[in-house]
């Protein structure tokens, strides 16, 4: 049997022979974590490479994504469907080895990572999920959910202020099967950190409330497995392991260096590397021996098999939970879903009320959270004003998981990429909110939810001047026009209660990627709507208000500003003007219907149109075209009521009939 130098140095070996090959990539990670990574996989991690979807399996996350060699070596080595070839195809066009870590193209791989912090974040998110789950469904005698998420961050991890968000607000929830391995190897690519990173990190995390288990060797194997046996003692908190590694250890003379961290060894340092390890093989073999080694496929298919064995018996002692546990975890909805979120939607529609959209929103969540406890929500401390919170939430604590809402905390952007490792983990829809100008501050989890296709809605509220006093700091502008350009995010800005129905339930039925709900402050007029139009909602845009024959101009809306193109329409086609209003709640769902639709609603031989949004005007000259014009914002908001502000940039009725004038005139 290999000793367990040998087997991580196949990881070693590995890495550094695909960087190579690729002529980039990071080797210095995997070769100084592979010591670590060798007795966590081996001896700890409960996985079944032939099943990487295994409900109860532990999740192992990368967050320092760039060493992705080490997991691809792992994931080869352990058994998972990913052959020497993939490996040499590391880095290339396709490939299933990509530069950084890509969830849905490697099996095993849990999350995306390579945006520092962001995985220690998702981490947190799925050991919370583990939390909330077994209090969900664990029965006296029946152990159902119960595993561990572990995770690999670098000093890059916790330099990036997600890490800080996401690391307190574990330790104050006690995700106590979270355990954090610190690879302390002292170098980022400028350098040593000691002129950039000097803080004391145990300290640190102690403050957070994690047990830390500091100062231990990283390429001690006896060390690391203590290390991990401390970690799982304790089951009322996080743990941080800070392992202190050498950054290319093997690497004689590169090793300890930044030149080691983001570029290939070279010929004769690899060469070298050999020789000091003791590796002698040819670039990506790898003896029977050590592959024995390593391999988990016949533990992990026994350790999957017995908690088959744990499920049976829960499905005779729960059926019923049993049922819905299996149902939460494939990601489908309850069977009756649509004809629900249809008696909801008629339901707004005869209520007829005038109301903001965010309140609204917290209407359709009580709606629809009864039905779906799937749901799982929270805000970044602005729960009253997001009314993120429905009238069947209660609150995860330390103390007791079985809850369905999250105080984030000013928390934005570790609560999105919290909210991601939720959706990863399975069981759960997250949703969470804050105010629309600052999603910038959550922008790249976004976009991480995004390439992941990830299920994750993103309440935004306060959605334009209309929030008034508070001033430009506080009012979005180009946040809808930038949200929008994110590819796979979905947007809906819906003009009153019924199309805030219909946002919600597009954004729960979605399950290829994240939407971003975008809701008012003020109150909006509920706006008539006939059987057709009711069902044309779903299809993103939508003709509201129509004239008789065919239009010779078109007045496209969101949000709140649909009513005041309405009152426009009201005005011009008492003028005898044969007009149109077209609300559009969500730009790319509309552009996803057929040509035949879309002309159908905006009729290519009818130029003249006005886009009426308060929001950056740029975006709509897409729709309105050379002979339109667009009411919307050129630059920042003010401070003043909201009244005076839209009197003041132009969002009156007075002004939207003048600008179609204009295009009529043109």
């Not at 709507?529 to 939508?542: E, F, S, T, V």
Request: glycine share 10%.
């Amino acid at each position: 049997m290999p000793s367990r130098r040998e087997l991580a140095n196949a990881i070693r070996a590995l890495s550094m022979d695909a960087v190579q090959q690729a002529k980039s990539g990071h080797p210095g990670a995997p070769m100084g974590m592979a010591d670590i990574a060798e007795v966590l996989w081996n001896d700890y991690l409960r996985h079944n490479p032939a099943n990487p979807g295994w409900w109860n399996r532990d999740r192992f996350v990368l967050s320092n994504g760039h060493g992705s060699m080490l997991i691809y070596s792992l994931l080869h080595l352990s058994g998972y469907d990913l052959g020497i070839a993939d490996l040499k195809q590391f880095r290339q066009l396709h490939s299933r080895t990509p530069g950084h870590p890509e969830y849905g193209y490697t099996p095993g791989v849990e999350t995306t990572t390579g945006p520092l912090g962001q995985g220690l974040a998702n981490a947190v998110g799925m050991a919370l999920a583990e939390k909330v789950l077994a209090a969900q469904f664990n029965r006296p005698g029946h152990t159902l959910v119960d595993h561990y998420t572990y995770c690999f961050a670098g000093d890059g991890c916790l330099m990036e202020g997600i890490s800080h968000e996401a690391c307190s607000l574990a330790g104050t929830l006690g995700l106590g099967k979270l355990v954090v391995f610190y690879d302390d190897n002292g170098i980022s690519i400028d350098g040593k950190v000691e002129g950039w990173f000097t803080e004391d990190t145990p300290a640190r995390f102690r403050a957070y409330g994690w047990h830390v288990v500091a100062d231990v060797d990283g390429h001690d194997s006896e060390a690391v497995d203590a290390a991990i046996r401390e970690a799982r003692e304790v089951t009322d908190r996080p743990t941080l392991i800070c392992c202190k590694t050498v950054i290319g250890f093997g690497a004689p003379n590169a090793c300890g260096s930044h030149s080691v961290h983001g570029a290939p060894l070279g010929d004769d340092e690899i060469q070298a590397t050999r020789e000091f390890l003791k590796w002698d093989h040819t670039p990506f073999e790898v003896p029977d021996s050590v592959y024995q080694g390593w391999d988990a496929r016949k533990a992990g298919a026994a350790v999957e098999a017995e908690w088959q064995d744990v499920l049976a018996e829960y499905r005779r002692a729960h059926p019923e939970l049993a049922v819905e546990f299996e149902r939460r975890m494939r990601g489908d909805l309850p069977a009756t879903f649509g004809e629900h979120a249809d008696d909801l939607l008629a339901k707004a529609a005869a209520a007829g009320e005038t109301v903001a959209s965010r309140k609204a929103s917290q209407n359709a969540l009580d709606g629809f959270g009864p039905y779906l406890p799937d749901l799982i929500g929270g805000s970044a401390d602005l729960t009253g004003s997001n009314n993120t919170k429905w009238s069947g939430c209660t609150p995860v604590t330390a103390d007791d998981g079985d809850g369905n809402y999250i105080f984030y905390g000013v928390r934005e952007f570790a609560m999105t990429a919290i909210q991601n490792g939720l959706a990863l983990h399975g069981g759960f829809v997250p949703y969470g909110g804050t105010f629309l100008v600052f999603s910038d501050y959550a922008r790249n989890a976004v976009r991480m939810a995004a390439i992941m296709k990830q299920r994750n809605i993103l309440v935004y509220t306060h959605d334009s001047i209309g929030l008034g006093e508070d001033g430009p700091t506080h009012q979005p502008i180009e946040h809808l026009a930038s949200l929008r350009m994110i590819p796979g995010v979905s947007l809906w800005r819906p003009c009153d209660a019924v199309e805030t129905v219909a946002a919600w339930r597009a954004a729960i039925e979605r399950r290829d990627g994240p939407s971003a709900l975008v809701f008012s402050r003020q109150g909006l007029p509920h706006q008539e709507r006939d059987k057709d139009q009711l069902a044309a909602i779903q299809r993103g845009g939508y003709v509201l208000r129509d004239c008789d024959g065919s239009p010779e101009l078109i007045l496209i809306a969101t949000g709140a500003e649909v009513g005041l193109a309405v009152d426009a329409w009201e005005q011009l086609r008492g003028d005898g003007v044969a007009v149109r209003v077209v609300s559009m709640p969500s730009v790319d769902v509309f552009e996803a219907q057929d040509a035949a639709y879309q002309e159908a609603v905006l009729p290519p031989q009818c130029t003249r149109r006005v886009a009426v949004e308060a929001g950056w005007a740029e975006y709509w000259y897409r729709f309105v075209g050379p002979r339109g014009r667009v009411v919307g914002m050129t630059g920042f908001g003010e401070s003043a009521p909201a009244g005076d502000l839209f009197k003041h940039f132009g969002f009156t009725v007075d002004n939207v009939v003048a600008q179609a004038r204009a295009v009529i005139e043109a």
